[in-house]
């Protein structure tokens, strides 16, 4: 059984950072990427961030990119997400993501095969 969990969700105000971090565990686990989701009330999952195991190429969604950084522990099996100027539509809850297969897709959540149970993040203005 392979289990994700995240660490590092919160409140804080708009302008303001956190760090979500997520561990991997359980069976043998080849790993090939690692992201991050989030979904809003009523809406879709949607992604965020991920990152190639093997060589650390970062992908990020447009509303991520220049505030969000998205880094890896390969020796602890561990991913971050270091998500500075928040903003209120940040307000989600994030969710990790792994996948054990090669893939060019990263988009989707469908292009990953294991997942956490998500932590809540909630940005106020």
């Known amino acids: 059984q392979v289990q994700l969990v995240e660490f590092g969700g919160g409140s804080v105000q708009a302008g303001g950072s956190l760090r979500l971090s997520c561990t991997l565990s359980?069976?043998?686990?080849?790993?090939?990427?690692m992201g991050w989701f989030r979904q809003a009330p009523g809406k879709e999952r949607t992604f965020v961030a991920a990152?190639?195991?093997?060589?650390?190429?970062?992908l990020y969604a447009d509303s991520a990119e220049g505030r969000f950084t998205i880094s890896r522990d390969n020796a602890n099996n561990a991913v971050y997400l270091q998500m500075n100027s928040l903003k209120p539509e940040d307000t989600a809850v994030y969710y990790c993501?792994?996948?054990?297969?090669?893939?060019?897709?990263?988009?989707?959540?469908?292009?990953?095969?294991?997942w956490g149970q998500g932590t809540q993040v909630t940005v106020s203005s």
């Open positions: 993501a792994a996948r054990s297969y090669s893939s060019s897709s990263f988009y989707s959540p469908t292009s990953y095969n294991n």
């Open positions: 359980g069976r043998a686990f080849r790993t090939y990427a």
């Open positions: 990152i190639t195991w093997t060589t650390g190429t970062t």
